[in-house]
């Protein structure tokens, strides 16, 4: 686990990032770095799959389109109902298109469309069953997670460790 230890919710101060890539922070059991990409994919995950029902949904003000390869029509297709569980309110737009009216809250704004696409595209080889809507949700946690390389202000690296504490 990334931050083992640091979920104790005893952290004293957050000191930076370094490499773009790990947060630092002191605590009450010494100096944490914490890779910000598994943090983030870790608290996301979490909120994905402790959902209940239709999973919690931002609508958009105007839809987005999502042209999708025939493989990845076709996992969407079998995925819909594990898509709506985690957030996403689509519906079939042409031959290979999906409208897309509401996404997960708990994905970043802006990168919820291009996550379904690259989860989806990771999801064409894959064969649905029970742990389907967990594979799924794992796909667009990591797909949705900041990045290594990517810089966070103070207040965004704050609320990652306070979210990874819970």
Same mark, same amino acid.
């Given at each position: 686990d990334?931050a083992?230890?640091?979920? !104790?919710? $005893? =952290? #004293?101060?957050?000191?930076?990032?370094?490499? *773009?890539?790990?947060?630092?922070?002191?605590?009450?059991h010494?100096?944490y /770095?914490? !890779? *910000?990409?598994?943090?983030?994919?870790?608290?996301?995950? !979490?909120?994905?799959?402790?959902q209940?029902? #239709?999973?919690?949904? &931002?609508m958009?003000?105007?839809?987005?389109?999502?042209?999708?390869?025939?493989?990845q029509?076709?996992?969407? =297709?079998?995925?819909? !109902? *594990?898509?709506a =569980?985690?957030?996403?309110?689509?519906?079939?737009?042409?031959?290979?298109?999906?409208?897309?009216?509401?996404?997960?809250? #708990?994905?970043? +704004?802006?990168q919820?469309?291009?996550?379904? #696409? &690259?989860? /989806?595209t990771?999801?064409?080889d894959? $064969?649905?069953? +029970?742990?389907?809507?967990?594979?799924?949700?794992? %796909?667009? =946690?990591? %797909?949705?997670?900041?990045?290594?390389? &990517?810089?966070?202000?103070f207040?965004?690296? $704050?609320?990652?460790?306070?979210?990874?504490?819970?």
């Amino acid at each position: 686990d990334t931050a083992a230890g640091y979920g !104790d919710g $005893k =952290s #004293e101060r957050l000191i930076g990032q370094v490499a *773009q890539t790990y947060i630092v922070a002191e605590g009450e059991h010494g100096l944490y /770095l914490i !890779d *910000q990409h598994a943090a983030h994919e870790r608290v996301l995950l !979490d909120r994905l799959l402790n959902q209940s029902g #239709e999973g919690s949904c &931002q609508m958009l003000m105007e839809p987005a389109l999502a042209e999708l390869t025939a493989e990845q029509w076709e996992a969407a =297709s079998r995925a819909m !109902d *594990q898509l709506a =569980s985690v957030g996403y309110r689509l519906e079939p737009f042409g031959e290979r298109s999906l409208l897309i009216r509401g996404v997960p809250g #708990e994905l970043p +704004p802006g990168q919820a469309v291009s996550a379904l #696409e &690259q989860a /989806l595209t990771d999801l064409v080889d894959e $064969k649905d069953g +029970p742990d389907w809507r967990e594979r799924i949700a794992l %796909r667009l =946690s990591c %797909r949705g997670a900041v990045k290594a390389g &990517q810089t966070l202000t103070f207040q965004e690296m $704050k609320a990652l460790v306070e979210a990874l504490e819970e």
